[in-house]
Structures are given as structure tokens and as C-alpha cells.
């Protein structure tokens, strides 16, 4: 809660802050899924939001880019308010943003190179489309996938769809992108190919980045600054070295991956047959 | 008992005025589609997708109409000798009515199933979030040229479903039945007006817009899941399907109207 309280006295804009948030609240129904947050993101630095599934970190970054509204609060991007802007003129400011979804949300009628031409072609009008296929092979060269220009979604696996879909985020050279659970459904190795994305873009495009994940190890590896949601507010802010070294034990329980001694309880408690359970023998005649 | 009855009454409510902002953004997307060239792509894309692979369900919808009416009616005309009066009957209630909307129905059971299919699971997988998230507007890109497409093409679908029916009819009556060709179209001709016609295909204007809005708007809201989708179809169909029911009603008094007001001064004109 401190945490919290400290980050709503210190939210506000000293020139570095690429993204201001104020007093952020997000109900669905009545169910409060963010409480109260402010924080401000840093410009050209990575920040990690971490925490306990459903605990809210994809809401808060939806939110960055106003894909979700505040049920209350204020967003700025670049000292502009943006949460209360009506849909035609946000579209002029998600064009510095780009937002890498968890299953990468590829469209799945159009080919690689069509996806990552889509931001393109949408915002230009394209006299050269040799120019175009020109940026969408650099893209895919990013990403280590020049060549699978003509593949469609279906066809790629779980890490290229998610690289796919990171070439179409930098399609238009964002200020800012946002990972949405960039490594979750991967194995460690791919995982480790996606956390290297994230840093080699960040070194060579020197832009803001966000991700959101429940991986440390992916934390610890890209992250400058770890920001942990717990039930819907803020718990811990700092560098990696502050995260590990944090005193809250959800925090602790979090970062090592260790069930609670309340949760072990009740999973022991309870009995692996029940009565109404059917086992083999009932089948037989 | 009555909080839940209020609470019902408010989301309804809700959900109407949610369903009106929909088609008044959809209305003002297609006159922005139309304004550039850049859209007509997209919309000639959703054309061949909504229209050209609907033409053989629709003829054949029309010519099933056509067959079934001449096998019911023509015991009943024969009975009386009336039988060359079968093409007038056939063929009016094909292209005023029966033409005009079991088209439109087999239209919102294609089109509408797969255009709701379609946006709702692009909604599930985050794809028109993805839309939005690089400043472009969902409604412009996905629902204008579906819109279009529906608008522009169901009209020219009515008049395939018309063409077979009439067929259809003639087939079972004269060549079946064996009625006199000459009679049957004499009767035909003089019973059916062009504003018959005319009715019938500005319905489809109504219908296609109608399956359309509705089809995209349940895709675009739909829930998550297998199950939301599915749901989602099946709400779209149904009420596409009685809101077309209801624009029929609506549209054939509305033109009953005009046709007592406006179609006797047709004679001081010509």
C-alpha cells in the first residue's frame, strides 16, 4: 500500500515521463479491477509490470492506450490528456504506439506480409509498394523472420506468430510499445529469443517499452524497473535488486514462485477421491 | 423481484442505445468508405465474399419457391378452370414477397452467421483490438464494406431469387401441368406491374442493410469464448430474421400507401 500511496504523491510530469497516470480506477461492473493507481513511465526505459494472474496488469496497459477507459483517473501521453479523447482523435495518437497482444491477435485472413504492411497502409497513401516491401522485409529481418512474408498465420508456430506480430508493432517506429505477456505458451528457449527482441529493439529503436508478464526471469532480464500489481494496486516499485530484496510477502511469495501456507492448507485438506467420484470397476459388468 | 425487473429494463435499454451508436457509426463509415478510393478494395473484396458466392443458394431458394407454389395452387385454380390464372399467382407473390424474403432470410442464415462468426472471433482473439490499436477504426475497416457490400448486393440477389421463381413456376405450370404458355404469361403480364417488381427489390435495400448492422454488431459484442460466438450467431439470425419479418410488414403498408397516393397520378404523367 505504501508503494501505492507514494507512487499517487510523486504521479505527475518531470519532463521524463512518457506516460502520466493519475488516480486510474477500473471497475467492471462492481467489480474493481484497478484501485486508485499513479505511476509515470519513463521515457526510453523498459518497465515491467508484474503480478498474480487477473490481478489487473493487461487492464492497466489496455488502458496506456485507451483500448479500455478509466471508470475514473486520468491518462497523458506526452503531457496530453488521452483518456477522455473521442475515438477519431485517439487513432492519431495510437499510431506512436505499439501494442504487442498475448496470442499476438495476427489477422488471420491476411498474409505475414499484409499484417505487417496493415499499419502502413492505413495511415499512408502508397505510391512506391516496392518501398513498402522494402520496410516490411526490414521488419521481419528484425525479427528474425525475412522470408516468411508470404506464410499466413495459421501456418507459423506459437514464438513466430508472436514475432510476426511484434514486426507488425514497429511497423509504424513506436515511441512506445507495449508487451502484452510476451513469453507466456512458449518454451524457455523461444522465451529467451522474445526477451532478446525486447532488449535488441529497445537498444537499436531507443524506445519506451512496457511489458506485462508473470515470468521473472523474463523480468529480471529486460526490466530497468518492476512495477508488482497486487489486487488491483501497486506493491512494489523499484530496479530488479529492489524487487528481490522487497519485505512484502506476496511479493516474496511472487518472485520465487512459492504457494502460501494458507493455500497449501486448504489443498491439503481437501481429498483427491471424492464419493461421487466413478472409478473403473463402476464401468464394469 | 422488481430490482431485477428494473435491472433488465436499464441494460436493455443500454444495449439498444449501444445498438443505435453502432449503426449511426456504421452509417457515417460507409459515407467516409465511399469518399475514398483507398476503400473500394475492401468493399469489392466483401462484395464477391457477401454477394457472388450467395447467387447459387439465393437462385435456388427462388426457384424452390416458384415449383412449390405452382404444385399447391394449381388444384385449387384447375378445380375452377382458372388455370392460366397460376403464372399471376406465382409470379406476384414472388417478386413482391416470397422472392424478397426467403432470399433475405437465406441471406442472414449465409452472411449474417459468418460476418457474426467472423467479427466475433476476431473480437475473442484480440484482432479488432489489434485494429484499434495501430489508429484505425474498426468500424470503418470492418463493418463499412460488409455494409456496403449487403446494402448494394441484396437488392441484385432479390432479383436472381425473382428470375428463378418465375422459372420455377413456369417449369411445374406449363411444362408439368401443361397450361397454355401464351395464357399463362397474358395473365402473367397483366397482373404483375413494374411497381410490383420495383417493391420487391427496394426491400432488399432494407433487408441487407438490416442483416448486416445487426450481424456486425453481434460479432463486434460478442462474448468470450466457443460459446459467445456460437451464442452470438444464434442471436444474429434470430434477430435478423424477425427484423425482417417486421420491415416486410412495415414496408408493405408504408408502400401500400404510396402506391394509393402516388400510382394513379402515373396515368396523368405518361
New interface residues.
Partial sequence: MEENEKNNQAAGNDGNGIIVVKNLTKKFGNKIVLDNISLTIERGKTTVVIGPSGCGKTVLI?NF?V?LRPSSGEIYFKDKRIDNLP??E??????H?G?L???G????SLSVAENIM??IM??Y?IKDWRQVEDVVKAKLAMVGLDGFQNYYPANLSGGQRKRVALA?AI??DPELILYDEPTTGLDPIRADIINELILKLQRELGETTIVVTHDMTSAYKVADRIIMLYNGRIIADGDAEHIRNHPHPVVQQFITGQVSDDDLAVLRASGTISKAQFLPRDFEE | MIGAIGARAIEDVSSMGQFGRFVWRAIKACGWSLGRTTSYSLIWTQMNIIGVRSVPIVMITGAFVGMILAVQAYDQLAGMGLEEHLGVLINISVVKELGPVLAAVMLAGRVGGALTAELGTMNVTEQIDAVRSVGTDPVRYLVAPRLLACLLLTPALIIYADLLGVLGGYFIGVIQFGINSQGYWNFSASGVELWDVVVGVVKGFFFGVAIAVISCYKGFTCKEGAHGVGQACTEAFVASFISILALDFALAVVFKAFYNTFWPLKSLVS
Fill in positions: 489496455k492506450i483500448l475515438e477519431r485517439l487513432n492519431s495518437i495510437r499510431i504506439y501494442f497482444f498475448q496470442g491477435a495476427l489477422f488471420d496493415f499499419p492505413r495511415h497513401r507488425r511497423a509504424l
